[in-house]
Antibody, heavy 122, light 106 residues
Framework: QLQLQESGPGLVKPSETLSLTCIVS??????????WGWIRQPPGKGLEWIGSFFYGGTTNYNPSLKSRVTIFVDTSKEQLSLKVNSVTAADTAVYYC??????????????WGQGTMVSVSS | SYVLTQPPSVSVAPGQTARIICGGD??????VHWYQQRPGQAPALVIYDDSDRPSGIPDRFSGSKSGITATLTISRVEAGDEADYYC?????????FGGGTKLTVL
C-alpha cells in the first residue's frame, strides 16, 4: 500500500524560504500514472490547494501562491518537494502531500500523507 | 475563481441520516469528491466522482448530485462519523475545496 510521509523544519522565520519533502513508500512518482499535489490547512481552518504536479508533464499552482511556490521531484529519492518563498505568518499551516487517483486533473486525491505542521515566527 | 459553498455545521442524532450539501456554479458538469477529516487526522477520501466509494468505505456513505448542488449522505450515523467533511472539484486547472462542514453527532 502506497504511503506518503511529509517532513519539514517545523519552524521558519518570516521572509525565509520554507522547504518540505514528501517521501513516497511502496510506490513511485516517476513510474506512476498519477498526479501529485500539495494542500495546506491553517490552524482551525479549511483546506487550501497549493499546487498539482504530473511527472513528465505540467505543474499547476494556486494563483494566490504562484509567485512564491515551486513544486519539483527529486527523482533519485522519489521525493516530492515544495518550496515557499518569502513566508509570512499566513503560511503557518499543516502541509499535506497527496496522490491523485489517476492522471486526470479531475481525479480525487485518494492517498494523503499525515501532514507536517509549519509555523512561521521570529 | 470557482467557489464551493458548504454549511458550516450539521448536527444529527445517532442512527439518523446526515446530509451535507455542497453548492457551486455548474457543479453538475464537474466531478465532485468528498473527504472526511477526523480531529487531528489527515483528510480521507470517502466519495469520488460524485457517487463512487473507495474500497473500505462503508455503504452508509453515499453521494449524489442534482442541479447546482452535490450531497454527501451518511445513513445510520455513528459517533465515529463525527468529523469535518469537505467537497472538492477541479475547475479549469484549479483544485477547489469547499469550506468544510462540521458534522456533530448528538
Amino acid at each position: 500500500q502506497l504511503q506518503l510521509q511529509e517532513s519539514g523544519p517545523g519552524l521558519v522565520k518570516p521572509s525565509e524560504t520554507l522547504s518540505l519533502t514528501c517521501i513516497v513508500s511502496s510506490g513511485s512518482i516517476t513510474m506512476s500514472n498519477n498526479y501529485w499535489g500539495w494542500i495546506r490547512q491553517p490552524p482551525g481552518k479549511g483546506l487550501e490547494w497549493i499546487g498539482s504536479f504530473f511527472y513528465g508533464g505540467t505543474t499547476n499552482y494556486n494563483p494566490s501562491l504562484k509567485s512564491r511556490v515551486t513544486i519539483f521531484v527529486d527523482t533519485s529519492k522519489e521525493q516530492l518537494s515544495l518550496k515557499v518563498n518569502s513566508v509570512t505568518a499566513a503560511d503557518t499551516a499543516v502541509y499535506y502531500c497527496a496522490r491523485g487517483q489517476g492522471r486526470s486533473w479531475a481525479d480525487a486525491f485518494d492517498i494523503w500523507g499525515q501532514g507536517t505542521m509549519v509555523s512561521v515566527s521570529s | 475563481s470557482y467557489v464551493l459553498t458548504q454549511p458550516p455545521s450539521v448536527s444529527v442524532a445517532p442512527g439518523q441520516t446526515a446530509r451535507i450539501i455542497c453548492g457551486g456554479d455548474n457543479i453538475g458538469s464537474k466531478n465532485v469528491h468528498w473527504y472526511q477529516q477526523r480531529p487531528g487526522q489527515a483528510p480521507a477520501l470517502v466519495i469520488y466522482d460524485d457517487s463512487d466509494r473507495p474500497s473500505g468505505i462503508p455503504d452508509r456513505f453515499s453521494g449524489s448530485k442534482s442541479g447546482i448542488t452535490a450531497t454527501l449522505t451518511i445513513s445510520r450515523v455513528e459517533a465515529g462519523d463525527e468529523a469535518d467533511y469537505y467537497c472538492h472539484v477541479w475547475d479549469s486547472y484549479l483544485w477547489v475545496f469547499g469550506g468544510g462542514t462540521k458534522l456533530t453527532v448528538l
